[in-house]
């Protein structure tokens, strides 16, 4: 069966921290690694690893993956409160499945 | 246009009542795909269809039922849902199915009450 931890599960910082959120997988037929942000809804795509060693950065967000370790961070520098929010793993794997880990709460105080 | 919509927002509807849930992209994606999602719990997939056929049903119930009528257009209908049904329904779309790394775009979501 796939698996997907995150941790942990839940963070509490203060405005200016950096955090690194952590994602673990054990699957079989591994496609590409996602990382989304839910706020009350949707969840909202950030980063898509498919490749081992190289860093996605968007803004204040970078993510990379390692898939000899079978595992992908997260960090979040500089975090505003605008950051609080769930963050989402999730792996595909072959024909589409998308198994998600159960996700980090993430809340910054000012 | 990078949104996937979806309506109602809110639905509340009886055991015995049968209604639907809407969803629609005008990305060109090809796989579209429905999710129910429990209050501070992930996403779990529900179905997958791929080129408007259905190819992934994660044992759902009969009492949701999935419908494609076009690759733009993505229905889940309900007949005789029970309280535990109660969640937010996410429908997403990617640009394929087969081979490595499509990423997902996710609608906002209907919230379901089951009473």
């Known amino acids: 069966e796939d698996k997907v931890v995150q941790s942990p599960l839940s963070l509490v910082v203060h405005e200016g921290d950096t955090v690194t959120l952590n994602c673990s997988y054990e699957?079989?037929?591994?496609?590409?690694l996602l990382w989304y942000k839910q706020e009350k809804k949707a969840p909202t795509f950030l980063f898509m690893l498919t490749s081992s060693g190289i860093e996605k950065k968007s803004g204040r967000l970078s993510s990379i993956l390692d898939k000899k370790e079978l595992f992908s961070i997260l960090n979040i520098t500089a975090t505003q409160t605008g950051d609080s929010a769930v963050y989402l793993c999730a792996v595909k794997t072959s024909g589409s499945r998308l198994t998600f880990g159960e996700g980090t709460q993430l809340t910054v105080n000012p | 246009d990078t949104e996937v919509t979806q309506t109602p927002k809110h639905l509340v509807m009886g055991m015995t009542n049968k209604k639907s849930l809407k969803c629609e992209q005008h990305m060109g994606h090809r796989a579209m795909y429905w999710y129910k999602q429990k209050a501070k719990k992930p996403p779990e997939l529900m179905f997958v269809?791929?080129?408007?056929?259905?190819?992934i049903n994660e044992s759902v119930p009969s009492r949701f039922s999935p419908e494609c009528p076009n690759s733009s257009l993505l229905n889940l209908h309900l007949h005789a849902l029970q309280p535990e049904d109660s969640a937010l329904y996410l429908c997403?779309?990617?640009?394929?199915?087969?081979?490595?790394?499509?990423?997902?775009?996710f609608g906002p979501g209907t919230r379901l009450t089951v009473t």
């Open positions: 699957v079989t037929n591994f496609r590409s």
């Open positions: 997403a779309s990617s640009q394929g199915v087969v081979g490595q790394g499509y990423e997902q775009y």
């Open positions: 269809y791929s080129y408007e056929k259905l190819s």
